[in-house]
């Protein structure tokens, strides 16, 4: 901005002299003719502005002090460092001290207001000064409207900290959460005296406060909406509208951020920049979340990519363990997206693709809540009762149980496709369901199936703990027909596969008598201990020529040849010696001598 002249601002300098009787300041009629007339360049940042001092001294305290305090009388030249909203602020002030009818807006009455506090244009100095017009302003058109409101809050952001010392901030955001309050109150009376239904209403009636105002907390800084936040719940704004105020907020907000691997990024500092904005963002929404519940209004998608969202950003072990354990307590609702939870590999090609241990926390936690539920209630509760609520399936807790062991099966379906999963993180979420959460094995069979197939090279004991898991008891007949031929698993398993299966074929044929049927069970019976018995025997004789060739092995190896010959030729030297000496002795062989070899016996007295 250039020099904005006297005539731009259509001075009006009529010579109405405002002062406010028991001032200390020197009235503007005690001023010389010479300095009222003469023209005065004020300074603002790289704008200049030639004014008159005359409106200046009329209306703001701040260059009336400065021009007294000047040493030179005549001073031409003013310089203003500091005046929040900068040259468009000071412009407006100005043609205001002119007498120019400025608009007062949402958008600069905060600017405003923060301006003639800068430049002290208070009544102390004229009446209807530009403090007490903007103060009327937020009075009659910001503070009753929540939507005015938070855009002032939001231009509040910009002029700091001259807004917060004129407390505007912090009266905004109580306008904003007062009358929040006051509507929700108004919204709920006229309800009760409509005799609304109690199901939610489609069309004009069913909006609520949220649907028109929430939307625009997403101008605000994040400071400024947690500050807002905080005072929603401090004045009791229901939890739901909270819940989706928070929701909306946050998607707006992360969507703008680009996650980035914290590994990758190394002395940018636009780059840890924004990784510090991303991470302060995550941990501030999660701070903001309403208590830890069952019941709680923030749906489990949204905790899920706020947890996805905190690992990409390494945000504290506090945060991700809080968000763990608010999924784990909606689990029974979620689908398989919610927990594909996928791993930052650091450029690492060998890393696993999700993050597996972040998922069995969150089973285990769910797992435990319930055992801690099973404790708490133990002393209020019916023997009968508990039982029935750990054992049938009709009880919610089982049938949570089953909810959650479905998606377990899904999950290990999912992630046994990844060839660098490591076998023990796959038994360990394959062992982590108790034995009564599953009723049908058909997806754990599935799972682990596939995770054989993507992992050949497993090694046996880990095949056999893993197949040890599926109870062929609860394997569906297509699963059983499935099992029974398929050769990734253990020899043992398949036995038990074809015996359940005979017994199944047998039971569930009705059409013989009951003598018929146990006959039969009976004759199916001993043919698949035959069966059972071959297949032993089988395996004793492949035992038997496997120990044969592993000592055919060892026979034929030349070293070992070379080495018998020599014992062989060895024992016979030292028996021609032997009896050689017999003979040089001479005389009669006795009956030592007629055997060389016979040890001497111990006398003893026993």
């Not at 030249?77 to 043609?95: C, D, N, T, W």
């Not at 809080?322 to 307590?329: C, F, N, P, T």
């Not at 982590?432 to 992992?455: C, E, N, Q, S, T």
Request: proline share 5%.
């Amino acid at each position: 901005m250039g020099v904005v002249t006297v005539a731009e601002l259509k001075p009006n300098i009529s010579g109405k002299r405002h002062f406010r009787p028991g001032s200390n300041a020197r009235p503007v009629n005690e001023w010389p003719i010479s300095d009222v007339s003469s023209d005065l360049t004020v300074e603002v940042g790289t704008a200049s502005f030639a004014l008159h001092k005359f409106p200046l001294v009329s209306r703001s305290g701040r260059i009336r002090k400065l021009l007294l305090e000047a040493k030179d009388p005549k001073v031409s030249r003013l310089h203003l460092a500091g005046v929040p909203g900068g040259s468009q602020a000071f412009e407006l002030a100005a043609k205001f001290c002119y007498g120019v009818n400025i608009e007062i807006t949402t958008s600069n009455v905060a600017m405003l207001r923060c301006a003639a506090h800068f430049l002290e244009m208070t009544e102390e100095f004229s009446e209807k000064n530009l403090e007490s017009r903007t103060e009327v302003y937020l009075k009659e058109t910001v503070f009753p409207n929540i939507p005015n409101s938070i855009s002032v809050l939001h231009h509040c952001e910009s002029l700091l900290p001259i807004a917060e010392e004129i407390n505007l901030v912090s009266r905004m955001i109580n306008g904003i959460s007062d009358t929040a309050c006051k509507e929700q109150l108004t919204s709920g009376l006229s309800k009760l005296e409509h005799n609304f239904p109690s199901e939610p209403v489609h069309g004009p009636d069913a909006e609520t406060p949220w649907d028109w105002w929430g939307k625009s907390l997403v101008l605000l800084n994040l400071d400024s909406f947690q500050r807002v936040l905080s005072a929603f719940k401090t004045k009791g704004l229901k939890q739901d509208i909270i819940s989706r105020i928070l929701i909306n907020y946050a998607q707006n907000s992360l969507q703008g951020l680009v996650v980035r691997d914290p590994q990758l990024v190394k002395g940018n500092s636009s780059d840890l920049d924004l990784l510090k904005k991303q991470r302060v963002t995550i941990e501030t929404i999660v701070s903001l979340l309403p208590t830890q519940s069952r019941k709680s209004a923030v749906p489990i998608a949204f905790l899920s990519s706020l947890l996805k969202s905190a690992i990409a950003a390494s945000a504290s072990t506090c945060c991700r363990s809080d968000l763990e354990r608010r999924i784990s307590l909606q689990l029974d609702q979620a689908i398989l997206e919610d927990i594909l939870i996928p791993v930052y590999s650091h450029g690492n090609n060998h890393s696993p693709l999700y993050d597996t241990d972040s998922v069995l926390r969150i089973f285990s936690i769910f797992l435990n809540l319930d055992e801690d539920d099973e404790e708490d209630n133990q002393f209020t509760r019916d023997e009968n009762e508990m039982v029935y609520d750990f054992d049938s399936p009709g009880s919610p807790k089982q049938s949570s149980i089953l909810k959650v062991s479905k998606l377990m099966d899904n999950y290990l379906a999912e992630v046994a496709l990844d060839s660098n999963l490591t076998p023990s993180k796959f038994i360990a979420l394959v062992e982590l369901l108790p034995d009564h959460a599953r009723m049908v094995h058909d997806g754990l069979y599935r799972a682990v199936d596939i995770f054989l197939k993507v992992h050949p090279n497993i090694k046996d004991t880990e095949r056999y703990r893993l197949c040890k898991t599926i109870d062929c008891q609860k394997l569906s007949q297509e699963a059983c027909s499935h099992a029974a031929q398929n050769e990734r698993l253990p020899v043992q398993m398949a036995v038990q596969v074809l015996y359940f299966e005979q017994i199944r074929s047998a039971v569930g044929s009705g059409c013989i008598s009951p003598r018929d049927n146990y006959a039969s069970v009976r004759r199916e019976n001993r043919e698949l201990k035959l069966e059972v018995a071959r297949m032993r025997m089988r395996l004793t004789d492949l035992e038997k020529d496997h120990v044969s060739m592993k000592q055919e092995l060892v026979r034929s190896h030349p070293a070992n040849k070379l080495f018998k010959s020599f014992t062989k030729k060895l024992s016979k030297l030292n028996l021609f010696s032997r009896i050689k000496d017999i003979k040089t002795i001479g005389g009669k062989p006795n009956s030592e001598s007629r055997f060389p070899f016979q040890k001497r016996r111990r006398h003893s007295v026993s």
